[in-house]
C-alpha cells in the first residue's frame, strides 16, 4: 500500500540553526513528491516538488529538500530557522499512475528565539 | 494569484442536518478536491473532480456527496451531519497535469465544523 511517514510529530529548533523536517515514502514506480506548509488560521501553501530531475529542489522561503532514491526519502531542510516558519509542514506523494496525493501526518515545527 | 475561497471559516450545525460546503475557484483549474483534516492524520481526501459534472470518490467518501455544475465551483454536501464528522474541511484546485507533470494544488482557507 502506498504511504508517506512523517516520523516527528513536533520538531523543535532555536532560530539561526539549520532544521530538517523528515519524510520517507512507500510508493511503487518514480514518486512525485511535495511539501506544503500550513501557518495558523490559513490554508495550506505549497513549498517546493519533485518531479524529476536535480534530486535537490529549491523552494519557497529559502527551503530545499533532497530526493534520496535509495532511502526513499524527501526531507525538508532550511539552513537557518526563522522564528516565523514556526507552522505545520505536510509532506505528500503522488504514484505517476494516480491522480490522488497521498499525505503524511503533518509535523509541527517550532523556532525558538 | 490563484485565489480558492470557501463560503465558511467556521460553521455549527445540529445532528441530522443537510450540510452545505461550497468551494469556488478563480483559475481556470479542471481538478478540484475535497479534503477533510484532522490531528495526527493528515489530509484525506473526500472526493475529486477532473470536469464539470464528473467526480471521484476520495479515501472516505462515505457520508458525502459533491455536486459540480460549473467549473469554478465544486460543493461538498453533508447529507445528514453526524458529530464524527466535526473537523476542518479543505477544498483545494489544481491543474490537470499529465506525464511527467504534476502540478501543485492551491488551497482555500478551510472551514471548520462543528456539528452536535
Known amino acids: 500500500a502506498q504511504s508517506v511517514a512523517q516520523p516527528e510529530d513536533q520538531v523543535n529548533v532555536a532560530e539561526g540553526n539549520p532544521l530538517t523536517v523528515k519524510c520517507t515514502y512507500s510508493?511503487?514506480?518514480?514518486?512525485?513528491l511535495f511539501w506544503y506548509v500550513q501557518y495558523p488560521n490559513r490554508g495550506l501553501q505549497f513549498l517546493l516538488k519533485?518531479?524529476?530531475?536535480d534530486n535537490l529542489v529549491k523552494g519557497s522561503y529559502g527551503f530545499e529538500a533532497e530526493f534520496n532514491k535509495s532511502q526513499t526519502s524527501f526531507h525538508l531542510k532550511k539552513p537557518s530557522a526563522l522564528v516565523s516558519d514556526s507552522a505545520l509542514y505536510f509532506c505528500?506523494?503522488?504514484?505517476?499512475?494516480?491522480?490522488?496525493?497521498?499525505w503524511g501526518a503533518g509535523t509541527k515545527l517550532i523556532i525558538k528565539p | 494569484d490563484v485565489k480558492v475561497t470557501q463560503s465558511s471559516r467556521y460553521l455549527v450545525k445540529r445532528t441530522g442536518e443537510k450540510v452545505f460546503l461550497e468551494c469556488v475557484q478563480d483559475?481556470?483549474?479542471?481538478?478540484m478536491f475535497w479534503y477533510r483534516q484532522d490531528p495526527g492524520l493528515g489530509l484525506r481526501l473526500i472526493y475529486f473532480?477532473?470536469?464539470?459534472?464528473?467526480?471521484e470518490k476520495g479515501d472516505i467518501p462515505e457520508g458525502y456527496s459533491v455536486s459540480r455544475e460549473k467549473k469554478e465551483r465544486f460543493s461538498l454536501i453533508l447529507e445528514s451531519a453526524s458529530t464524527n464528522q466535526t473537523s476542518m474541511y479543505l477544498c483545494?484546485?489544481?491543474?490537470?497535469?499529465?506525464?511527467?507533470?504534476?502540478?501543485?494544488?492551491?488551497f482555500g482557507p478551510g472551514t471548520r465544523l462543528t456539528v452536535t
Open positions: 505528500a506523494v503522488r504514484d505517476p499512475g494516480n491522480y490522488q496525493l497521498i
Open positions: 510508493v511503487s514506480g518514480n514518486p512525485y
Open positions: 519533485y518531479i524529476t530531475g
Open positions: 483559475m481556470d483549474h479542471e481538478n
Open positions: 473532480s477532473y470536469d464539470v459534472k464528473m467526480k
Open positions: 483545494a484546485s489544481s491543474l490537470p497535469g499529465g506525464s511527467g507533470v504534476s502540478y501543485e494544488q492551491y
